[in-house]
C-alpha cells in the first residue's frame, strides 16, 4: 500500500495530492448528473429533428457516419483540402440521410453547443439514436476522448467541459453563463494547473479555494444540493480537507502514477523542444517537427543477418508500430543501428516528444501533429500508438556509469 503523506514530505506537495484527489471526488459526485442531463438533451434533439423534418416518432437511422454529416473541410477535423485523411473514400463523403434524419440530429447537436463547434472527432453518428454518450461526447473536448465509452470512464476535465459546452446546463445549474469567467471555468483552470503543475506543488490558499469552488458547484441549488451523489462528494471534501477521509488505495496509486507520467511528459517537452536541435530555428517556441526528416529504415531480423538470402528479410519501416511491434506484441528488445549522423539519436527524441504529446493532452499540440501528418509527412504518422505506452524513459549510454561497448 502506498502512503502519499510517506511519498510526499513536502507540505505544498501534499496539497497537490489532496487537490488531485479532491477533482476525483467531485467527478464521481457530477456523473450520474451529467449522464442524466445527456439524456435529455438527446431526447430533446431527436424530437425537434423529428418534428422539424416532418418525421413519425419512430423514424430511425443507424446507416450515416459522422463522415457522411460533415462537410469537407471542417475545422479541426478534416485534414487537408486535398487529400482529408477524414474523408479519405468516396463512401465517406457529405451525403443525405435516407432517413432525412440525421443532418437534422446534426445541427440539433450543433444547436445544444455553446460555441457552436461539437467535436465530431469523438462521435460515432450511427450511435446517435441508440446511445445519448455518442452525443454527449460531442461536448467534450477534442483530443484523447475517442474511446471513452460512458460517463463514468470520463475524468474531470471531460466533465467540467460538458457542463460548459452543452447548453441544456443552463438549465440545471445557477450559474452565470453568460459570463465567460464564470464557476465553471474556475473550476476547469484549477483542474488544468493541477494536472499541468511544472512543479506539482500548490498552496494553501489555492488549496482552499480549489475545496470552495468544488463544494459551491456541488451544492448547487438547481439539482445538486438535492442529488444523492453530490450531498456525498460534499461530505467527502469535508473529510478531505480536514485529513478525515480515508483515501482509496486506487486513487493513490493513479494520481501517483499519473504525476510521474506528466513530469516525465513536461520533462521531454523542456528539454527537448530547447534543444541543440531547435536552437536551428528562427524562432525558439518553434516546433522541433519542422526539422524532422523521417529516417529510411529497414527491418533485419538478426538470427538471419549474414546467413544466404537475408535480403530476402528486409521490410521498410514506416510507422512506429513497425518499430515497436511484432503482430499484436510489443517487442522486448529493438536495435537502431547506422552509421552517425543518420537521425538515430534524433529518432529517439522524436519518439520521446510524440510520447508527451499523447500524454500531456493540451489543446493545439496533437492537432498540430495530426495536421502534419496529413500534410506530407506520410510515413510515421501513427503517433497515436504512444497513447497506450504508459512510459517511455530515454536513457543514453554515454549517461551511464559504465564503459561503453
Ligand atoms: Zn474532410
Ligand atoms: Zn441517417
Known amino acids: 500500500m502506498v502512503y502519499y503523506k510517506e511519498l510526499l514530505k513536502h507540505k505544498e506537495s501534499q496539497n497537490w495530492f489532496k487537490a488531485s484527489v479532491a477533482l476525483r471526488i467531485a467527478q464521481r459526485g457530477l456523473q450520474v448528473f451529467i449522464d442524466n442531463g445527456l439524456r435529455d438533451v438527446q431526447k430533446k434533439i431527436f424530437s425537434i429533428a423529428k418534428s422539424m423534418g416532418c418525421l413519425s416518432p419512430d423514424t430511425n ?10 462537410l469537407c473541410p471542417t475545422r479541426g477535423i478534416c485534414t487537408s483540402l ?22 437534422l440530429v446534426r445541427d440539433g447537436i450543433i444547436r445544444y453547443h455553446r460555441f457552436s ?14 446511445d445519448h454518450w455518442e452525443i454527449g461526447k460531442c461536448y467534450l473536448p477534442p483530443d484523447g476522448y475517442k474511446d471513452v465509452s460512458s460517463s463514468i470512464e470520463s475524468d474531470f476535465n471531460a466533465l467540467i467541459n460538458v457542463l460548459i459546452n452543452c447548453t441544456e446546463f443552463e438549465t440545471k445549474l445557477s450559474i452565470d453563463f453568460t459570463s465567460s469567467s464564470n464557476l465553471l471555468t474556475k473550476i476547469r483552470e484549477y483542474g488544468r494547473n493541477i494536472r499541468h ?52 488505495v486506487e486513487d493513490e496509486q493513479q494520481i501517483l502514477f499519473e504525476g510521474l507520467q506528466m513530469r516525465l511528459a513536461k520533462y521531454y517537452q523542456r528539454v527537448f523542444n530547447s534543444s541543440l536541435l531547435c536552437s536551428l530555428l528562427p524562432n525558439r517556441d518553434s516546433n522541433p517537427d519542422k526539422l524532422f526528416v523521417t529516417p529510411k529504415l529497414i527491418e533485419r531480423d538478426h538470427r538471419k543477418i549474414g546467413k544466404h538470402g537475408e535480403h530476402l528479410m528486409r521490410l521498410s519501416v514506416t510507422t512506429y508500430r513497425d518499430i515497436f511491434f511484432e503482430g499484436s506484441s510489443k517487442c522486448s528488445n529493438v536495435y537502431l543501428i547506422g552509421e552517425p549522423g543518420m537521425g538515430k539519436t534524433t529518432l529517439t527524441i522524436k ?35 504512444f497513447k ?13 556509469n559504465m564503459p561503453a561497448r
Open 61 to 70: 437511422c443507424t446507416n450515416c457516419t459522422t463522415e457522411n454529416l460533415i
Open 351 to 385: 519518439c520521446c516528444l510524440e510520447w508527451s504529446a499523447q500524454h500531456l493532452r493540451e489543446e493545439g499540440t496533437l492537432d498540430e501533429l495530426t495536421d502534419m501528418a496529413g500534410n506530407g509527412h506520410i510515413s510515421f504518422a501513427d503517433a497515436d500508438i
Open 197 to 248: 503543475s511544472p512543479d506539482q506543488k500548490m498552496k494553501d490558499i489555492e488549496l482552499n479555494n480549489l475545496f470552495q469552488k468544488l463544494t459551491s458547484l456541488l451544492e448547487d441549488s438547481v439539482c445538486l444540493q438535492t442529488d444523492s451523489e453530490a450531498v456525498s462528494a460534499v461530505k467527502n471534501l469535508k473529510e478531505l480537507q480536514n485529513d478525515k477521509l480515508v483515501i482509496r
Open 82 to 103: 486535398k487529400r482529408c485523411k477524414f474523408h479519405n473514400t468516396p463512401r465517406k463523403c457529405l451525403r443525405n440521410c435516407p432517413q432525412q434524419l440525421c443532418h
Open 388 to 400: 497506450d505506452i504508459d512510459f517511455v524513459f530515454r536513457i543514453a549510454l554515454k549517461e551511464q
Open 117 to 130: 463547434g461539437p467535436s465530431w472527432k469523438n462521435t460515432k453518428a450511427e450511435g446517435w439514436h441508440a
